[in-house]
């Protein structure tokens, strides 16, 4: 089965992006990002995407019939008892937030409803916790663990313990508690040898088409983390650099380093990348070749839109 790409697949500049994974062989995570959406062009009302660490292990819709694992291993390794189970979890979620949002959703001109649930595993720590946010409105910001809730924004009128607590009396929760580690802890076997795997990744540094400015493109890598910004005369700039990062379709990820010169020789900068792949750290500098502003990744509105859901997992 091809771990093919289609606009949601995305996850998560993302997946400047998820910030719970960590280290493979300390930190992991089985998280859902889940979107729905009010009459935005091209997008399904309802899309769903799971993570293991920081690969994409399935995904759904609305306009599917069943949750499509996106790797052979994870679609063998588990019965069909479990995809019916995942299948029921997304439905039962996007029918509550269907009915909450979709009688004054247009009213309040609310466009999108971004939603977060998983579990983490670091040692003997675990985090198991159910997260969403609402355009404009605020988020509420559930841990299992504790059986506590906190709700930002407009949303804060909810902060009584006792609207709070409802967030623990549905299915979806319940699920979550019972069956997110040991499905996180199956899914790690599973999958060792594709979360293990290395991909050295190219760097190639351009002048950018528009303004004075500099790109740097970075691609393909895995794992996701990687520590990559500009140097001026050989000390790392602190700011004005703006970071994309975004996944390939074949489980790797790229990203994208872009900085104004503002007048200034682009000789001056090089581009430093450092990855668990390399042996050292790499630098480069400008090749003389011009990119467009996009021509990196092509991002969608719907992969903006999924990379923005993904940033929410930095704060848990």
């Known amino acids: 089965m091809e771990s093919y790409n289609v606009p949601v697949s ?39 995407v799971g993570m293991l660490d920081d690969l994409q292990i399935d995904y759904y819709d609305n306009s599917l019939e069943e949750v499509v694992p996106r ?17 029921k979890i997304a439905d039962f ?60 924004g407009i949303l804060k009128i909810l902060n009584d313990p006792s609207n709070l607590q409802i967030f ?15 499905d996180l802890q199956k899914a790690l076997q599973l999958g060792e040898a594709a979360l ?3 991909v050295v990744p190219g760097v190639t540094v351009l002048k950018r088409d528009k303004g004075e400015g500099l790109r740097c493109v970075i691609t ?42 503002h007048g200034q020789d682009p000789k001056m900068y090089c581009c430093q990348v450092q990855h668990s792949s390399l042996p050292e750290t790499l630098t480069m500098t400008l090749t003389g070749g011009v990119g467009g502003p996009h021509d990196a990744f092509g991002a969608s509105y719907m992969l903006v839109l999924m990379a923005t859901l993904v940033m929410i997992v ?3």
């Open 220 to 261: 393909p890598f895995y794992p996701r983390t990687i520590n990559a910004t500009w140097l001026r005369n050989g000390q790392a700039v602190s700011n004005g650099i703006n970071k994309i990062l975004l996944p390939n379709h074949d489980d790797t990820y790229r990203m994208e380093l872009l900085i104004e010169l």
């Open 196 to 198: 293990e795997r290395r």
């Open 71 to 87: 790797q052979q291993w994870i679609a063998n390794g588990f019965t069909a008892d479990y995809w019916t189970q995942q299948k």
């Open 10 to 48: 995305v996850l998560f500049a993302v997946l400047s992006l998820c910030s719970v994974s960590g280290d493979h062989a300390e930190s992991h995570s089985l998280i859902y990002f889940a979107t729905y959406s009010l009459s935005i062009p091209d997008l399904p009302d309802f899309a769903r």
């Open 93 to 152: 979620i996007h029918t509550i937030v269907s009915k909450q949002l979709g009688s004054f959703g247009h009213l309040l001109g609310i466009t999108y409803f971004q939603g977060i649930w998983g579990c983490t595993q670091s040692e003997n720590m675990i985090h198991l916790f159910v997260k969403f946010s609402i355009q404009d409105l605020g988020g509420i910001d559930c841990d299992l663990v504790t059986v506590n809730c906190s709700a930002t």
């Open 314 to 316: 930095g704060t848990l």
């Open 168 to 182: 623990f009396n549905n299915a979806a929760v319940e699920a979550v508690n019972n069956s997110c580690i040991p």
